[in-house]
């Protein structure tokens, strides 16, 4: 069975072809060296010590869970944060090491819709919304929503890399030509 993380939905999104370079030819990104992905990975470990006694009153949390695995339907994660609210839904909540400019970026609602899907399916709750803190801006709580219509689209999107990886198929590249010019594969690509 193939198995999908929120990882692998981003990279399709920014590109169809990552999925192909990665996962059917087996040529690795080498994300090890990307300074920002380490130095999040570090705080993340760090929020969540510091945190774990801390539940969000303002926002109506009554129980949490940290570092949760979660799978369903070739789909696969772990949720910085389960939030369980007063009024009996509940809530990824995901650390960003970023600076909040006004403005969540599409990656960042993609990865909370594919935590929603998987907190729903897992613990047969409903999920409205999700919570990221951007920890460049003195942890700044924002609200991100969560419709019926993000889930429809995860399994869509899900479907969509099992079938390039499944059949080997090599998918269009990215209609936005500005990102082929930092891409890890331009020169195998020629997008």
Do not use: W
């Amino acid at each position: 069975m193939i198995s999908i993380t929120p990882s692998h939905i981003i990279e399709y999104l920014y590109c169809p072809r990552f999925i192909y370079f990665q996962y059917v030819l087996g040529i690795p990104q080498h994300e090890e060296k990307n300074y920002k992905a380490m130095k999040g990975r570090e705080l993340h470990k760090l929020k969540l010590s510091e945190n774990i006694n801390y539940l969000r009153k303002k926002i109506g949390v009554n129980e949490k869970r940290f570092d949760v695995y979660l799978s369903f339907n070739n789909l696969r994660g772990i949720v910085d944060e389960i939030l369980f609210l007063n009024d009996n839904t509940a809530a990824p909540l995901d650390y960003k090491y970023a600076v909040y400019k006004d403005k969540v970026f599409n990656t960042y609602k993609t990865q909370l819709h594919c935590y929603a899907y998987l907190i729903e399916n897992n613990f047969n709750i409903k999920v409205g919304k999700g919570f990221i803190v951007y920890i460049r801006s003195k942890n700044k709580l924002v609200t991100v929503p969560i419709r019926e219509k993000d889930s429809d689209k995860i399994k869509v999107f899900v479907n969509d890399i099992i079938q390039i990886i499944d059949k080997g198929n090599f998918p269009k590249a990215t209609k936005y030509k500005s990102r082929c010019l930092t891409c890890t594969f331009r020169n195998l690509c020629a997008g």
